[in-house]
């Protein structure tokens, strides 16, 4: 994929320009100094400066680059520059404009009709030849500084491979599988449940209650995925909350960007019962729920309720330093409860719901550190599915939780190794999906890497500068569940000893005479 970038663009003083003339001369000729140096490493990817001059208050420039450093960088480090240099005579350096800004995307994207839909309102989209153009206007410091035009080519590009030894694949590659094994129940195993009595549906969408007999053996697979991966792996019990004020849920940025529709939004009410009198009086004379009353009264959402359940662990370490030799800090989660999202094409049974549980493993450490916990995490799973619940599994390269579906389509990972796969998905099969090599398998567990995107988000710095990561690791408990019982059944003398050990006897589901 090729990559031009051509701007045009002005930085605003306090006073007039020519007043400062001689100043601005050697913040120019501290970029060129830059820009030089960017040529003997980048060669012709690297920046150059078309045109300069002095406009009233406004030093103006045309600037045009390749993949680094970018034309746009450029015009913010010529910003700092004259800052530095006519600072000196007082004379202060106000805003940057960008008039226009150009990108030819030369191969590798996404075609101009995608583009156009993902980039609405923010850049107008031609395509020319087979490359695809943006054209960005009114671009501010803010818009620069927040990454705005890298962010716009990272989302319309087709990742490219460009390291050596890459194996380049989809997100969804088969990368091993577990031996077959034969199913008891080859149907839904939520309709099969729900007739049993061991689970019932809830009014809401996606929600279930869980009656003793599916509470124990959840509870089981829980306490086995404690007992066999998290401690021997020395993790650590923890509890987190699971409303997330809207300033945790800010950093979460390409959650933000890819999911929005993902989550559940809270509003919290006025502490002033006045306010809901009106409410009140509705239901007591008509019996009536009037939510359209309650639109007038609540504000806007302040909260998010918790859909990926780590993200307090970064919050707990948000702002403060660390240090290598402290680490990895090892972390699991579940007395928290319930996890919530919005699921798309809509829910399935017990394996695609709005309210789920699920034990969260996350940890901070080195890259080797980070890395290495992700991979034995995955080596004990399977080592727990395989051995101790005899289930079949396969393992594949998954998609990081940010991206929807239709994102991850557009995308290929290298596979060539595992410590270059950002998430690890294990997945169980299910007879009622269709045959083995057709069928959606179903993900009981996503193990991730993230690098530092966490690390940088919310402000977690190590004493020394130096790298460190965060991973963490979903086990889907319900949908562990639903896939145990698919290979089972529903018999409890059929089911695998170290799950019975832990249940001892299993309980009854509630008698009614309906």
Known sequence: MSLRIELRGRIELSSEAEGVAAEIEEAFRDLEGFLDRGRERYGEEAARLRSRRLRGRWVEVEIESGRSPRAHDVLLRLKNLLAQRVGAKRVGVRRIVVDGLEVRIGGGHVGAERARELLKGAAEVFEEAGSLILRFRDLTDRDLRERVVDRAIKLVRVEEARVEGEKLAPFGAVLRSGSRREHRILADVAVEAEKRGW???????????????????????????????????GFEEWMFPRLVP??????????????????????????????????????????????????????????????????AFYQFFSGEIVRIEDLPVKAYELLGGWTWRNEAGGVEGLVRTNEFWRLEMVFLGTPDQVTELRNKIVDLTLDLLDRELDMEWRIVAG???????????KRLIDISHVNRIPTLDVEVYLPYRGPREEAEWLEITAASVHRDFYVKNFRIKEAKGREIWTGCTGHGLSRWAAGFLARHGFDYDDWPKAVKQIIGELPEPPKTVT
């Open 399 to 409: 998609a990081p939780f940010y991206l929807s579906p239709q994102e991850a389509s």
């Open 199 to 233: 689970i019932k549906r809830y009014p809401g969408r996606g929600q279930w209650i869980y009656a003793p007999p599916m509470t124990a053996l959840t509870r089981a697979l829980a306490q086995l995925i404690v007992d066999r991966v998290a401690r021997p792996l």
């Open 246 to 311: 809207m300033e945790v849920f800010r950093k979460l940025t390409t959650y933000i960007e890819h999911l929005p529709d993902g989550v559940f939004y809270v509003c919290a009410p006025p502490r002033d019962p006045s306010a809901f009198e009106e409410f009140k009086r509705e239901y007591v004379l008509r019996r009536e729920l009037r939510t359209d009353l309650l639109k007038k009264v609540l504000g806007e959402p302040s909260y998010i309720m918790e859909a990926i359940q780590c993200t």
